[in-house]
Structure formats: structure tokens, C-alpha cells
């Protein structure tokens, strides 16, 4: 797997509403995007920090996954995302090795990217995402 940076941390909150002003107003942070991914019934914010992004996921559906983890969970973080070249070797290279897959396929995600995520129980409890931009 060739890595090449963490592309983002996953959060999840209830309300970017509320979430939104933590980041801008106390840590000086600026919100470049909001943005709704119906497929995983989430809206999106996203913050930059270095070369590293703060993804900010509400749900849009209390049954989707975000919205089962803040149930679940309550808020916080909610994955790690690693910017990789080759996402469907990359899927069947980690496959091979025994990680179970929540994505056996890359599928759309936010700000164009090319997404698929590992399963927790292969990962140490962290929920993983590798991310692709296909424009790259």
C-alpha cells in the first residue's frame, strides 16, 4: 500500500451548525466547504490544517451510518483517512492479507474522491478510510 498522507479526520456531530463556529471562532480555522453526500446520508464541512483536512459529518438520517455511530457513540471522532494511489489494488492487496473490507469496490465521496472503507475489526477498532483523488 503506498500512502502518502493522512487525507482527513472524520468527526461526527450532531448539528455543523453548532459545530462549525468551535473551529472557526476558537481555533481560527476557515470552513472551505459544505457539502451533502446522500449516498452515505451525511452533510459535510471540511477545514484544512496543513496539509491535512477536518472532515465534520452530520447525519441526514438518524438510520444512516453516521447517524447510528453518534447513537451509538455520541460524538467524536469517527474515522481516519489515508490518501493512497491505486484504491482497487489497494482494496485487493488488503483483502488478500485478511482485512475485512466494508467497501470491496472504490465508490464517490466527498469533494470528488474516490472512497472505500476497512472494517473496524481488522483495524484496531479504527474505522479506515482510503481515499483516491482520481483527478491525480
Known amino acids: 500500500m503506498k500512502v502518502s498522507h493522512i487525507e ?22 476557515k470552513c472551505y466547504a459544505v457539502e451533502e453526500v446522500a449516498e452515505q446520508k451525511v452533510k459535510t464541512a471540511f477545514f484544512k490544517v496543513g496539509q491535512t483536512k477536518i472532515e465534520l459529518l452530520e447525519s441526514t438520517d438518524p438510520e444512516g451510518p453516521v447517524g447510528k455511530f ?3 457513540k455520541g460524538e467524536g471522532v469517527h474515522h481516519v483517512a489515508f490518501a493512497v494511489e491505486g484504491l482497487q489494488e489497494t482494496l485487493d ?10 467497501d470491496h469496490s472504490p465508490r464517490k465521496g466527498a469533494e470528488g474522491l474516490n ?3 476497512l472494517h473496524p475489526k481488522s483495524t484496531f477498532g479504527v474505522l479506515t478510510e482510503l481515499c483516491e483523488n482520481p483527478n491525480k
Open 8 to 29: 482527513h479526520l472524520g468527526i461526527a456531530v450532531k448539528s455543523l451548525e453548532t459545530a462549525i463556529p468551535y473551529y472557526e471562532n476558537l481555533l481560527g480555522l
Open 70 to 72: 453518534i447513537e451509538k
Open 93 to 102: 492487496m488488503v483483502a488478500e492479507k485478511g482485512i475485512a473490507l466494508i
Open 115 to 117: 472512497i472505500a472503507f
